[in-house]
């Protein structure tokens, strides 16, 4: 991809949706992009090979969870999942918070942790090769909030993250149509697990490119099961079901 037509395209597609981003910004978001791509050809990351469809699939989708990242408490975030950097690391170019990007596959990690050190983010970013269950463990109330995309259902992810927000903590998650059903199951776990369902936002991406909700949850208060639960459990016996 070409670096200036890019940074162009992004800017334009970002205004649309009241994103407005810096110089600096743009060229890192676009710059990651490319640097995503170019690893593809070794590494398998992503699917989505096509430049226009990707600054719109992975950067401004990321950046649809920004304006409720920015409602979270001060404080670092958790990117669950996070594959090529999604939606982690443009969210970490644009809030300025501190970002922890997890992975349970190590090639995905190692690509990640090339992207971040290549951008000179490496003072605020950090990428972990490790499965959520198992850090959850570990750094119970360490984060202001927790970012998900296409990483599980909404029920799995209220579980994987309740460990570890803080007080008032957010989790923020894109989905693409989640059905009443999945919602439904989300919004028990979460009266399981002491968060409450705060936000619902609904966008059409460009080009027809598709429709995208972001689900917010606040931690206000404790759940009533021990949490981690054994690796595995949140996705074979899901609460909320
Ligand atoms: C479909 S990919 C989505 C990647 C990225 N979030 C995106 O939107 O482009 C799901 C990712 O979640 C990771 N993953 C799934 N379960 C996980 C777990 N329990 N702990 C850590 N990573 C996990 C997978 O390895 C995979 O890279």
Redesign the pocket.
């Known amino acids: 991809m070409d670096l200036e037509e890019g940074i162009e395209k992004l800017a334009d597609a970002a205004s649309g949706y009241g994103i407005s981003l810096t110089r600096d910004q743009a060229e890192k978001l676009v710059g990651h992009l490319c640097l995503v791509e170019e690893k593809n050809k070794v590494v398998n990351l ?1 699917r989505i090979v096509d430049d226009r469809d990707a600054l719109i699939l ?1 950067i401004l ?2 950046l649809l969870l920004a304006s409720r990242l920015d409602e979270a408490p001060e404080g670092a975030f958790l ?10 690391l443009p969210l970490a170019v644009v809030t300025g918070r501190r970002g922890v990007l ?4 190590g090639k ?1 990690v190692n690509a990640v942790r090339g992207f971040i050190d290549e951008l000179g983010l490496a003072e605020q970013v950090e990428a972990r090769h ?6 959850a463990k570990v750094q119970k109330g360490a984060y202001a909030a927790v970012v ?5 259902q909404v029920n799995v992810l209220v579980e ?1 993250a309740t460990p570890f927000l803080c007080k008032d903590g957010l989790l923020v998650i ?1 989905k693409a149509r989640p059905d009443e059903d999945e919602i439904l199951a989300g919004n028990k776990a979460a009266a399981i697990c002491g968060l409450r369902p705060v936000a619902l936002d609904e966008y059409e991406l460009p080009e027809g490119l598709g429709h995208r909700e972001v689900l917010t949850y606040r931690r206000v208060g404790s759940p009533k099961v021990k949490l981690p639960r054994k ?1 595995g459990m ?2 074979h016996q899901p609460l909320g079901v």
């Open positions: 992503t992975h989708d990321s990117d669950i999942g996070t594959g090529a950097g999604y939606p982690g997890v992975d349970s596959v995905k490790v499965r959520v269950e198992e850090l998900a995309r296409a990483v599980a994987y894109a690796t949140a996705s």
